[in-house]
């Protein structure tokens, strides 16, 4: 069906400087499916009012894109002559705010944290937002004024972090979500062949893993050749095993586990997507399974292509599987680097680039 999100942008308090400065440059840049909108800049200051309206809209948008969407709101330090700067972000899941009383977040206080930065620990100040999710027949809420001068007289007496969500009395600490990617079977070749047929087509793959607006993590790319009528298989034996720290409590779910081709000359092609659920995984790992990938037929591209890849449920054909392995881990070593990274994790031999294996049924555990 056709969805509406809004998000409205009150206004930003206590940010930490990113330039050693006695204030930021603030700029609110807020991403829904990959729609992106922001507001003005304002110049030195650390709290702002924007009271910036936003709205994005979907056109027959499925249960399941909804269901793996979610709206990330950055905090931006805006420089004229460099890269602007991430102060922090908060990222809300569209579910979270759809299953919500009246489909709405309304009128909260955010915490933000930067987890692309090893050095900038806890909470780096705060936004107010209202973030609406409206499907078909829906109509926003109009909310009664004594509930949000109620709030407000709570704000003004008790402070900020009394009506703030993740509020920085919680002890929050660095858990890791650890994807390792060992294998992929039956890949379409999305590479064509080139020179009359000289140069065979295949695939370069690698696997992809983001969440909660964390820096992509990914493997190496792993190269294989072959009619483009063969199916393709792939093994990551380096630097396979991908670590993502997450801050906990956290409001993020979806876990989006990419298998990508890379293009040296043009983007990276989507060969399809398997979506894992953090707090499944925390309590209870995933151990060698396999997950089937689904995307659109060979000579379909653009949107229409990428659609299809993302979103299983509104694929047409099978390009082939991954088999993943996914945990948590709640007590990581003192000296874990508390940032993005790789490491290489131990393949079975049944797992070795020479092995023919049987089938296995898609979903499946292997022992």
Same mark, same amino acid.
């Given at each position: 069906?056709?969805?509406?999100?809004?998000?409205?942008?009150?206004?930003?308090?206590?940010?930490?400087?990113?330039?050693?400065?006695?204030?930021?440059?603030?700029?609110?840049?807020?991403?829904?499916?990959?729609?992106?909108?922001?507001?003005?800049?304002?110049?030195?200051?650390?709290?702002?009012?924007?009271?910036?309206?936003?709205?994005?809209?979907?056109?027959?948008?499925?249960?399941?894109?909804?269901?793996?969407?979610?709206?990330?709101?950055?905090?931006?330090?805006?420089?004229?002559?460099?890269?602007?700067?991430?102060?922090?972000?908060?990222?809300?899941?569209?579910?979270?705010?759809?299953?919500?009383?009246?489909?709405?977040?309304?009128?909260?206080?955010?915490?933000?944290?930067?987890? *692309?930065?090893? +050095?900038?620990?806890? =909470? !780096?100040?705060?936004? #107010?937002?209202? /973030?609406?999710? &409206?499907?078909? $027949?829906?109509?926003?809420?109009?909310?009664?004024?004594?509930?949000?001068?109620?709030?407000?007289?709570?704000?003004?007496?008790?402070?900020?972090?009394?009506?703030?969500?993740?509020?920085?009395?919680?002890?929050?600490?660095?858990?890791?979500?650890?994807? *390792?990617?060992? +294998?992929?079977?039956? =890949? !379409?070749?999305?590479? #064509?062949?080139? /020179?009359?047929? &000289?140069?065979? $087509?295949?695939?370069?793959?690698?696997?992809?893993?983001?969440?909660?607006?964390?820096?992509?993590?990914?493997?190496?790319?792993?190269?294989?050749?072959?009619?483009?009528?063969?199916?393709?298989?792939?093994?990551?034996?380096?630097?396979?095993?991908?670590?993502?720290?997450?801050?906990?409590?956290?409001?993020?779910?979806?876990?989006?586990?990419? /298998?990508?081709?890379?293009?040296?000359?043009?983007?990276?092609?989507?060969?399809?997507?398997?979506?894992?659920?953090?707090?499944?995984?925390?309590?209870?790992?995933?151990?060698?399974?396999?997950?089937?990938?689904?995307?659109?037929?060979?000579?379909?591209?653009?949107?229409?292509?990428?659609?299809?890849?993302?979103?299983?449920?509104?694929?047409?054909?099978?390009?082939?599987?991954?088999?993943?392995?996914?945990?948590?881990?709640?007590?990581?070593?003192?000296?874990?680097?508390?940032?993005?990274?790789?490491?290489?994790?131990?393949?079975?031999?049944?797992?070795?680039?020479?092995?023919?294996?049987?089938?296995?049924?898609?979903?499946?555990?292997?022992?």
């Amino acid at each position: 069906g056709d969805y509406k999100v809004m998000v409205h942008i009150h206004e930003v308090r206590q940010l930490k400087d990113e330039d050693l400065n006695a204030s930021v440059d603030p700029c609110v840049r807020v991403e829904v499916l990959g729609k992106r909108q922001q507001t003005k800049t304002a110049w030195m200051t650390n709290a702002v009012v924007f009271d910036h309206l936003m709205y994005f809209s979907f056109e027959d948008l499925s249960p399941e894109q909804l269901e793996r969407g979610s709206v990330t709101i950055r905090v931006m330090d805006v420089d004229r002559f460099s890269r602007d700067d991430l102060v922090g972000q908060h990222v809300l899941d569209l579910p979270f705010v759809y299953f919500r009383e009246h489909h709405e977040l309304h009128g909260r206080w955010l915490g933000i944290t930067d987890p *692309t930065h090893k +050095r900038k620990k806890g =909470l !780096m100040g705060y936004v #107010k937002v209202s /973030v609406a999710v &409206l499907g078909p $027949g829906d109509r926003r809420h109009l909310w009664d004024a004594a509930e949000e001068a109620r709030l407000e007289a709570a704000e003004r007496a008790h402070g900020l972090e009394s009506v703030v969500m993740m509020p920085p009395s919680i002890d929050r600490k660095v858990e890791f979500l650890v994807v *390792t990617a060992h +294998r992929a079977e039956d =890949l !379409m070749p999305m590479d #064509k062949p080139q /020179v009359g047929g &000289l140069v065979k $087509g295949g695939i370069d793959a690698y696997v992809q893993v983001d969440f909660a607006g964390n820096p992509s993590a990914r493997t190496p790319w792993v190269a294989r050749k072959g009619k483009h009528d063969t199916a393709l298989n792939v093994s990551w034996t380096s630097k396979n095993q991908l670590w993502i720290p997450v801050m906990v409590p956290t409001m993020t779910t979806g876990v989006r586990v990419a /298998v990508m081709d890379y293009d040296m000359a043009s983007s990276d092609d989507l060969v399809g997507t398997a979506h894992l659920n953090f707090r499944a995984l925390r309590s209870k790992p995933v151990h060698r399974r396999w997950f089937n990938l689904y995307g659109g037929p060979e000579g379909i591209y653009g949107q229409e292509a990428e659609a299809m890849a993302e979103f299983p449920a509104a694929a047409s054909h099978f390009r082939g599987r991954v088999l993943l392995s996914a945990e948590v881990v709640r007590h990581p070593r003192p000296d874990e680097v508390e940032h993005v990274h790789v490491k290489t994790a131990s393949t079975p031999v049944f797992l070795d680039p020479s092995y023919a294996p049987a089938s296995h049924a898609a979903g499946s555990d292997l022992a």
